[in-house]
C-alpha cells in the first residue's frame, strides 16, 4: 500500500463513547507509524487519548501530533530484533505498560516475479512477515504479565487474499501474515487478542506514484462500489473498534477494508460484448 500522510486527520471530530474513548491512558506502539497509513493510525490514538510510540529508520520531518498531543519517535528498523528490543523498551520505560500494538511497517515496490532476485523477494518477506512475527512475540512477552493482557493488530492487505501480480513476494508476505494472526490468536489467547485488518487501495501522498494523477486517482477511485479511495483514518478507525471493549470477541480475525472490493473484470467484458453484438 502507498505510504503518505492525510493532513485532514488533523480536523477529525472527538471520538464518541464506546469508539476509542476508553484508549485514555493506553501505551501503544504503532511500528512505521511517522508517515502514510501509520501517521493515520497513530493520530487517531492520539485523539483517542492514547500514549503513543512511533518507530521509522528515519527520523521524520514533523512527528504525528494533534490536540496538544504528539508521539514518541524511536528509531528503529524493525528488521532487526535488538531494535525492536529497544522500541519496547522505551514504551515501558515512558509508560509502564504496552496495551497495543501495531504492525504497520511493510511495503513493497513493483517487481516481476520472474526477474526478482532472491535477495529482494527475501528482503520483502522479511520486512512484511518477519519483521511483524518478531515484534508480536516481543510485545506478548509483556502482554502476557499484564493484568489486562494487550491487543496486536497486524496491517495486512487485500494483496494476501487475491492474486497480486507484480507484487508477488508482497502478497505471500501479507498471505502469511494473516494466517500467523490466527496461529497467535490461538497461542496467545486469553490474554492476548490478534487480529488482522486486509487493507484495500488507500489514498496517501503517495497515491499519484501508484495510480497516476489526480483523473487518474479519480478513474481507480470509480471502480471501487463505494466510489472512493480509503483514506489513512479509516485504517486508524478500525484500530480504534479492534482495540475496544466492542470487540472483547473478536480475534483472530483479518477484517477486509476495501470499500466493498473490486468490480469483477467479467461483468465489464460480458457489457462490452453485448454492446459490439448489439451494434
Known sequence: MPAGNDKSLEKRTPTGPGMGSEMKGKSVIVTGGTRGIGRGISLRFLEAGADVVVCGRKPPQALPATRGREALFVQADVREVEQIEKVVGVSLERFGK??????????????????????????????????????????????????????????????????????????????????????????????????????????????ELHYGDRKGIAAVAATVPLERLGESRDVGDLCLFLCSPMSSYISGAAIVLHGGGEKPAFLDAAKNTRKRDEE
Not at 102 to 122: D, Q, Y
Not at 127 to 134: G, H, K, S, T
Not at 174 to 195: C, D, M, Y
Open 98 to 207: 504496552l496495551d497495543v500494538l501495531i504492525n504497520n511497517a511493510g511495503g513493497a515496490p513493483p517487481a516481476e516475479a520472474a526477474t526478482a532476485s532472491p535477495r529482494f523477494s527475501e528482503a520483502i518477506i522479511r520486512l512484511n512477515l518477519i519483521a511483524p512475527l518478531n515484534f508480536a512475540q516481543q510485545a506478548n512477552a509483556v502482554m502476557q504479565t499484564q493484568d489486562r493482557g494487550g491487543t496486536i493488530i497486524n496491517i495486512a492487505s487485500v494483496s494476501g487474499l487475491r492474486p497480486s501480480p507484480g507484487t508477488a513476494a508482497y502478497g505471500a508476505a501479507k498471505a502469511g501474515l494473516i494466517n500467523l494472526t490466527q496461529s497467535l490468536a490461538v497461542e496467545w489467547a486469553p490474554k492476548v487478542r490478534v487480529n488482522a485488518i486486509a487493507a484495500g487501495m488507500i489514498r496517501t501522498e503517495q497515491a
